[in-house]
């Protein structure tokens, strides 16, 4: 474990090449799973000739980290969690960030998770057990351990397997285009928690009263989660939420889990009582949706784009939504956007677009 900055300055040294580019895999785990706010917590690091781990959690100066990144060619799985993470640690990415899960999804792998590629291209079965462990615990276990290490151990290996049957298929421009959008869209993301972040799936049916009734439970929950730094679903999860909401449209009380505390219980039913001192004006209202603009012929062009997709997908024996969307086609078909503003060139070329 490099847990000063010194050691990381040392280890970061030695994995530099005397020439060519640098290439390392990297793989990072948080504790969104424990934690109101999520932190990173661990950092799996390796190159060809060793793999180890550095902790975030200690080392009080990780910049020699973003620096040397800023300049390699770095190999992820699921690359846009671990992107968002280095992204809030040093506002920066890595110079390149290859994906193995768009390249085997590209080669037309359906399981396309870690274990279910180390499985296909090595044969070995990975451990699951340390999916869901606190990773902002100190010390690790030494399960967690050879799970944390075995996240990157594979990973080059894997990419050099990856790329040579994408150069052989004439897809490696398609797998460098589509890493290199999903960077672009990690860096333009807008990260802040939204104004409206209560508006929580299935809540777009609820009158303005009902809207009134979310969000106060869910600023309600959000504090709690806050004060007892925990993520907000052990507080209660989004379908609690949404069963309360529909108790108090209905006029009915709700009653609160056995296991809540009394002082949050008198924090909640404190929240009911300003709910009801809302004045009617004040309640939100239903965003304004902007539908897509169908004429006659709307469902006509859809249908034959997609057909199009899907003849063009099985033939490349790839899922037809890595070509484009039903939400891409329905905008380009009701003219809403431009083929360019939304597909990848090769992802357009495919659809002769």
Known sequence: MIDTTERLIELLHKSRPASGEILCAVDTEADSLHRYRESLCLIQFATVKHKTLIDPLVIEDLSPLGSFLSEATVWMHGADYDMTMFKRQFNRLPKCVYDTQIGARLLGHRRFGLSDLVLHYFGIELSKSSQKADWGKRPLSEKMIEYALNDVHYLLEMGERIVAELREKNRFEWFEESCEAAQRRVLER????????????????????????????????????????????????????????????????????????????????????????????????????????????????????????????????????????????????????????????????????
């Open 190 to 353: 807008d990260d802040e928690q939204k104004d409206d972040a209560w508006r929580i799936q299935g809540s777009g049916k609820l009158d303005p009263y009902g809207l009134a009734c979310l969000r106060a439970l869910w600023h309600w929950r959000d504090a709690e989660a806050k004060a007892w730094d925990r993520p907000s679903f052990m507080v209660t999860p989004n379908r609690e939420l949404l069963e309360w909401t529909q108790a108090l449209i209905a006029g009915k009380s709700i009653v609160l889990p056995r296991h809540y505390r009394i002082d949050r219980q008198k924090r909640f039913h404190a929240a009911m009582v300003q709910l009801a001192k809302i004045p009617q004006h004040e309640w939100p209202q239903r965003p304004q949706s902007q539908r897509a603009k169908r004429d006659r012929h709307f469902e006509e062009r859809v249908d034959s784009m997609i057909a199009k997709r899907e003849a063009i997908a099985k033939e490349l024996d790839i899922e037809g939504s890595l070509i484009a969307s039903r939400a891409t086609i329905e905008c380009i078909a009701s003219n809403q956007c431009s083929p360019a503003d939304v597909l990848l060139n090769w992802q357009r070329k495919c659809l002769d677009l």
